[in-house]
């Protein structure tokens, strides 16, 4: 099992950046894919983005493509969500999480989870 502490949340003003960031402990020596998802009050948790182990394979939504870049530094264990020109509606908790590959993400089937972070974009 791996546990994922996220944090670089906060609130920032429409236009802004923020950098989250997720650090991952204990089974970390097998090859996993990390991804970020997020919940806003009231909607249901929606795919961000997801990185294979190597980095080679990147996924986006829609919704943030062009605006955020997902990274990770495997020697640190540690993911990273760059998050650009930022918008009200991208106000969320937001949640890390590992799997055996991104397809697996893509499909929720995640094996962990973070606590979350709050990300909250003011118009």
């Known amino acids: 099992q791996v546990q994922l502490v996220e944090s670089g949340g906060g609130l920032v003003q429409a236009g802004g950046s923020l950098r989250l960031s997720c650090a991952a402990s204990?089974?970390?020596?097998?090859?996993?894919?990390m991804g970020w998802f997020r919940q806003a009050p009231g909607k249901e948790r929606e795919f961000v983005a997801a990185?294979?182990?190597?980095?080679?394979?990147?996924r986006y939504a829609d919704s943030v493509k062009g605006r955020f870049t997902i990274s990770r530094d495997n020697a640190k264990n540690t993911g990273y969500l760059q998050m650009n020109s930022l918008k009200p509606e991208d106000t969320a908790v937001y949640y890390c999480?590992?799997?055996?590959?991104?397809?697996?993400?893509?499909?929720?089937?995640?094996?962990?989870w973070g606590q979350g972070t709050q990300v909250t974009v003011s118009s």
């Open positions: 204990g089974r970390t020596f097998s090859p996993y894919a």
């Open positions: 999480c590992t799997a055996r590959d991104t397809a697996t993400i893509l499909a929720r089937g995640v094996a962990s």
């Open positions: 990185i294979s182990w190597g980095g080679a394979t990147l």
